[in-house]
């Protein structure tokens, strides 16, 4: 099993930016497949994006392609979101998530932390 804590989430005003960290606690943590999922308020949980186990292969869904930028440190432990150009449509709790499997369409991991909410003001 994985442990996760995300952290750096908060408040920012459209087009600023936000690094979230996803820490990760528990035994082979390059076993796992890495991604960040969100939720807006009265919506469903949304995939925003995946790593490979190597960091090698990165995934973002159209959304947030070539604002957002996800990266992991194995050395640390752990996963990084890096969203740049904020919207307000981006406001959600954004979840770190751990999967055994390679990602694919659908994929959706097998542990998840608590969230961290971001907010972006208009």
């Known amino acids: 099993q994985v442990q996760l804590v995300e952290s750096g989430g908060g408040l920012v005003q459209a087009g600023g930016s936000l690094r979230l960290s996803c820490a990760a606690s528990g035994r082979s943590f390059s076993s796992y497949t890495m991604g960040w999922f969100r939720q807006a308020p009265g919506k469903s949980r949304e995939f925003v994006a995946a790593?490979?186990?190597?960091?090698?292969?990165?995934y973002h869904t159209d959304s947030v392609k070539g604002r957002f930028t996800i990266s992991r440190d194995n050395a640390k432990n752990t996963v990084y979101l890096q969203m740049s150009s904020l919207k307000p449509e981006d406001t959600a709790v954004y979840y770190c998530?751990?999967?055994?499997?390679?990602?694919?369409?659908?994929?959706?991991?097998?542990?998840w932390g608590q969230g961290t909410q971001v907010t972006v003001s208009s």
């Open positions: 998530n751990a999967g055994v499997r390679n990602y694919y369409s659908g994929w959706k991991g097998d542990y």
């Open positions: 790593i490979s186990r190597s960091g090698g292969i990165t």
